[in-house]
Structures are given as C-alpha cells and as structure tokens.
C-alpha cells in the first residue's frame, strides 16, 4: 500500500523531496516514518511523524531534513536539504496507528524503497 518515490543522485550540498503515498484508507490516523540503511549499516529512523503531527528525526539529519503530512493527497514527504555523501541509502517509509511502532521501526514488512545517492 506504501510507494516510496523521488530518490536520485544529487551533489553534496544539494536537496531532494522523497514522496510515500498510501493508498489505503486510514492515511488520517497512521504514523509514518522514513526510514535509511546503507550497505554494511543496520536501517535507521531517519524521521517520523505521528498522526496529530508530531515529528521526531535523527540526530543525524535533524535541522536538515523535514517530514509532513499531505492528507489531501495521502502523502508523506521528506524534504532533504544540506544534503551529504553520508546520507546514501536506500529510503524507506513504513506507517502504523501507534507512533511507537514507527519509532522503533517494529515492522515485518518493507517496500522496495527508493535509492539516494550523494556525490562529493
């Protein structure tokens, strides 16, 4: 139900939008969070944000990365800007009705996800 989309490769110091529709039916209530891992490296909460809004991120990516919410649309965007060679990965994004969930990354299941790539 989650498509991920809107990765590529682009220049340090360079920013990119990554986009998650859902197409299910409870898009209002759920929590989303994106998610990274690079090669050798377990996953990582990148950033997540509950269903009333609230937003946690990475200490990594924090003051340059932003998630929100498009209810219209059924989309969760990651906005990454300052962007750098450290931040490759592949990028996921996942939701549930509990935030903790998404916080701890307590998922059975992963979409395809989309690939970053940062040149120096």
């Known amino acids: 139900q989650l498509q991920a989309s809107g990765g590529g490769l682009v220049q340090a110091g360079g920013s990119l939008r990554l986009s998650c529709t859902d197409s299910?039916?409870?898009?209002?209530?759920?929590?989303f969070g994106w998610f990274r891992q690079a090669p050798g490296k377990l996953r990582e909460l990148v950033a997540a944000?509950?269903?009333?809004?609230?937003?946690n991120y990475g200490d990594s990516v924090k003051g340059r990365f932003t998630i929100s919410k498009d209810k219209e649309r059924n989309t969760v965007y990651l906005q990454m800007n300052s962007l750098k060679p450290e931040d490759s990965a592949v990028y996921y994004c996942?939701?549930?009705?509990?935030?903790?969930?998404?916080?701890?990354?307590?998922?059975?299941?992963w979409g395809q996800g989309t690939q970053v790539t940062v040149s120096s």
């Open positions: 996942n939701s549930d009705p509990q935030y903790f969930t998404v916080l701890r990354g307590a998922f059975d299941e």
């Open positions: 944000i509950s269903g009333g809004g609230i937003t």
């Open positions: 299910g039916s409870t898009f209002n209530r759920n929590a």
